[in-house]
């Protein structure tokens, strides 16, 4: 057996020197420096591109992407003015305005791009047409036009529709947190606004007229004074995230200037008391519309513009639209014998005749191509002229009037120029829109027959105001007043501005006035004269009846009858003139003393306690209206 040598300890290992490998040859290390400079030149580009684009958006394109921004962060949503009150001459409100919130919507926020739903405008209709009252058709294609930013769905919508959409809207949020609905009506808003009411009622409706979806005047003083009424809008500019309101994103508001409010110069219960009578008086009567004008006769001031039938201005959808005008300024119709007090100015005017004149009346006068007679058959009449303006005699009035000029042309001539200084197919000086200034043909046009109609009242028309102008000027002494309806104005500032003065122009003399207002005295005191409905205990009063034939406006030709009166009180110290017409009444009388004196009647009463005017003083003994051909 053979023996094994001892082994020793093992020999420790040298260690590899740092640049050797296995199997032999030294290790050699690589250069850094061009994987540094490499990722140098990425880094460099990276930073480069960041610089660039850091560039374009903070200066080469910043307004473009801030307008962006701007666009889809910001809304500006109009501010209405608030639109000024109409008042009575006692500061009355007649119209004026109440909160409401018009329902807005930015249809940018209705996009499939900010709701992911492709109809949700279609949606959002359909939730909102039964609580807005829209048809669904018409709020889809508002939502969907993105061509604005701001449309306005419902206007002047009360407190409790507004916090229905809320709930509607919060329990759509809540659906949408919980998976299992989606919000579509967060782009709805709502913006206070103030909606214009009529306390009032029906009261003055043909005055004031009424406003339009948009809040602008549609009719009456509404729309003749919408300038003033209206103001300037203003604009208010915040941030919004998701259909809200951000609060802490600043704003920017260009406050609106409220509109001014207007003081008219008629009585709100003065207006009252002539629409409830001529309203039962043409319910009564028949008829299709009448009118009541109240004016000062100092002033020229109306106190009350009354017509019926009217309407409800709060409610115009619900109104007749030929009722939607003022027939008492817009109505052109033949006055009849009111008007005869004109010519009888002119007689005395140019001393043709006095009231105590002798005129004999036939029963019948031929003149042009007819024979012209008074409203009933009568023996031949011995009357004085203020026996004929008493008795409301047309062929009493043309002799009168034929004395006007030495020749017919002459006599016509000389009454269309007192016709026309009395406010005769003259605007009254009110502006309202729609007026007629009446019809009154040149004399050189008058036919045949107009140069004999005309001095008792046929053959030319005027408005209401017009024909109660005539009275007041006699009233006043012979110095007509322009008419007017509005006493002043109050602006943003809080100051009241009064109306201008009304133009005056002296008509005829004070002696004239007073000769024609002792024979409308007559006329009422008198036992054959017209006009003894229009008597009130105390006060001495001056008037005149009046009866035409009445032109069918749908027709063109004679239809029925024009009833009125006119007249003034207390007459020895004239304060009040009230004119009175009815068109076409068809039960019972139509004569202007049974129709509308009773009208005169209760509304004259009415103004003389509710003005506090004293009574007469000394009883009026009338003057003399006939005489005996013998002597």
């Given amino acids: 057996m053979t023996a094994r040598t001892p082994q020793g300890p093992p ?66 949503v109009p501010l209405t003015a608030e639109r000024g009150d109409i008042t009575d001459r006692n500061g009355v409100a007649l119209a004026t305005t109440v909160d409401a919130y018009d329902i807005t919507a930015d249809p940018y926020l209705f996009t499939e791009e900010q709701t992911g739903i492709p109809d949700a405008p279609a949606q959002a209709s359909a939730l909102l047409a039964p609580i807005l009252g829209r048809d669904e058709a018409d709020l889809t294609r508002l939502l969907s036009d993105t061509s604005t930013r701001h449309v306005v769905l419902a206007r002047e919508q009360t407190p409790q529709t507004w916090r229905q959409i809320q709930d509607l809207r919060a329990n759509l949020a809540q659906q949408e947190s919980k998976g299992t609905g989606t919000q579509v009506l967060a782009g709805v808003f709502s ?93 009564e009567s028949g008829a299709d519309s009448g009118y009541v004008v109240v004016q000062d006769t100092v002033t020229g001031e109306i106190l009350a513009l ?15 639209p030929g009722r939607l005008g003022n027939p008492a300024l ?62 409301s005699s047309n062929i009493g009035t043309i002799l009168a009037a034929e004395e006007l000029g030495d020749t017919q042309q002459e006599a016509n001539e000389v009454l269309y120029s007192y016709l026309t200084r009395f406010g005769f197919g003259q605007p009254t000086g ?46 006043n002494g012979g110095v007509r007043v322009e008419p007017s309806l509005v006493r002043g104005t109050t602006g943003p500032d809080g100051e009241f501005r009064p109306a201008p003065e009304p133009e005056r122009e002296r008509v005829v003399s004070e002696r004239t006035a007073t000769q024609l207002t002792r024979m409308l005295e007559t006329v009422v005191t008198d036992p054959q004269g017209t006009g003894g409905a229009a008597a009130i205990p105390g006060y001495r009063v001056a008037g005149k009846t009046g009866t035409s ?75 003399t209206t006939t005489f005996d051909p013998a002597e």
């Fill in 306 to 320: 009354a017509s019926a039938p009217g309407y409800d201005p709060n409610d115009i959808s619900a109104a007749d």
């Fill in 330 to 391: 817009q109505d052109a119709f033949e006055p009849g014998s009111t008007s005869k007090v004109a010519t009888m100015a002119a007689v005395l005017e140019e001393r043709a005749a006095t009231p105590d004149t002798h005129v004999t009346v036939p029963n019948r006068l031929p003149r042009a191509d007819r024979n012209f007679a008074d409203d009933h058959n009568h023996e031949t009449y011995y009357l004085t002229l203020a026996g004929v303006l008493a008795r």
């Fill in 430 to 475: 009110l502006g309202f829109p729609g007026e007629t200034p009446g019809i009154l043909a040149p004399p050189e046009e008058w036919n045949a027959s107009q140069q004999y109609t005309i001095p008792f009242g046929q053959g030319l028309s005027v408005n209401a105001v017009q024909a109660a102008s005539v009275y007041s000027t006699i009233a």
């Fill in 191 to 283: 913006e206070e606004n103030a909606k214009r009411v009529y306390p009032n009622g029906d009261l003055a409706a043909a005055v004031l007229g009424f406003v339009n979806a948009e809040d602008h005047g549609a009719g009456g003083l509404e729309a003749s004074l919408d300038d003033q009424l209206s103001g300037e809008d203003g604009t208010i500019t915040y941030a919004q995230s998701g259909g809200r309101r951000v609060p802490t994103a600043g704003e920017s508001e260009q406050p609106p200037v409220p509109g001014t409010d207007v003081a008219l110069t008629l009585d709100r219960d003065i207006q009252w008391a002539a629409q409830h009578a001529i309203t039962e008086q043409v319910e």
């Fill in 549 to 623: 034939n009445r032109v069918d406006p749908q027709t063109g030709t004679y239809n029925g009858y024009t009833s009125s009166f006119a007249g003034f009180a207390p007459a020895d110290d004239p304060r009040i003139t009230v004119y009175c017409a009815v068109q076409n009444p068809t039960e019972g009388s139509y004569y202007g003393s049974e129709v509308c004196g009773p009208v005169f009647n209760e509304v004259m009463r009415f103004t003389l306690a509710a003005l506090q005017i004293p009574p007469s003083g000394e009883e009026f003994e009338g003057l």
């Fill in 11 to 76: 020999r420790p290992r040298r260690p590899r020197p740092s640049g050797s490998r296995p199997g032999g040859g030294a290790l050699r290390l690589g250069n850094p420096r061009p994987r540094l400079r490499l990722i140098g030149v990425g880094l460099t580009l990276v930073m480069l591109v960041f610089s660039v684009r850091l560039l374009q958006v903070q200066a080469v394109d910043a307004a473009s992407y801030a307008e962006q921004a701007q666009l889809n962060r910001y809304v500006e």
